[in-house]
T-cell receptor
């Protein structure tokens, strides 16, 4: 199937610093790119998403950028807090699969006080 | 409260048993999905459905089957469980109103096959 590559696999930052997670995708037909946060033992929760007709979207401390030409998108978290610690997954919509999502392998973010 | 519910939350069974993982959503969504995820790892699509009487296989080869007789219900069945089926199974749904829309996940069923 189509791939979504995500980097880094682990990320450790000090509280207050910024965190950036990057993803690339291979399916040029992908039009929708959500980001999910999954805390230990819990379900993935949508934190922000972006569609292909938009280059950037921001929601308080979280922002996502999309470069459709280069097929990459990034998650930016500013002023990180310990409660931001979780596994973050990027995803891209899959053509001809019921609008399902292809997920990256995840980034384990640790924010230390 | 509108949500997506999965039962059981945890299941330990022996090899060769037949099991059904239940998934129900009260959000009125047409699209439903099953993903397999080892804890903290990548999510793999195993089945999806556009609506009633629609079922399709995802990218990950799976020995499970699904059915969609009612909009709100999308159970997954393993006819003969094996240790390789040990994993977490996440059910999700999304609205057909938009071409692409967020997936809402259930809490998952953590399956252990001994």
């Amino acid at each position: 199937g189509e791939n979504v590559e995500q980097h880094p696999s682990t990320l450790s930052v000090q509280e207050g610093d910024s965190a950036v997670i990057k993803c690339t995708y291979s399916d040029s037909a992908s039009n929708y790119f959500p980001w999910y946060k999954q805390e230990l033992g819990k379900r993935p929760q949508l934190i922000i998403d972006i569609r292909s007709n938009v280059g950037e979207k921001k929601d308080q401390r979280i922002a996502v950028t999309l470069n459709k030409t280069a097929k990459h998108f990034s998650l930016h978290i500013t002023e990180t807090q310990p409660e931001d610690s979780a596994v973050y997954f990027c995803a891209a919509s899959i053509r001809n699969s019921g609008y399902a999502l292809n997920f990256g392998k995840g980034t384990s973010l640790l924010v230390t006080p | 409260e509108a949500d997506i519910y999965q039962t059981p939350r945890y299941l330990v069974i022996g090899t060769g048993k037949k099991i059904t993982l239940e998934c129900s959503q009260t959000m009125g969504h047409d699209k439903m999905y099953w993903y397999q995820q080892d804890p903290g790892m990548e999510l793999h699509l195993i089945h999806y459905s556009y609506g009633v009487n629609s079922t399709e296989k995802g990218d990950l080869s799976s020995e499970s089957t699904v059915s969609r007789i009612r909009t709100e219900h999308f159970p997954l069945t393993l006819e003969s469980a094996r240790p390789s089926h040990t994993s977490q199974y996440l059910c999700a749904s999304s609205d057909l109103a938009g071409l692409d829309s967020p997936l809402h996940f259930g809490n998952g069923t953590r399956l252990t096959v001994t």
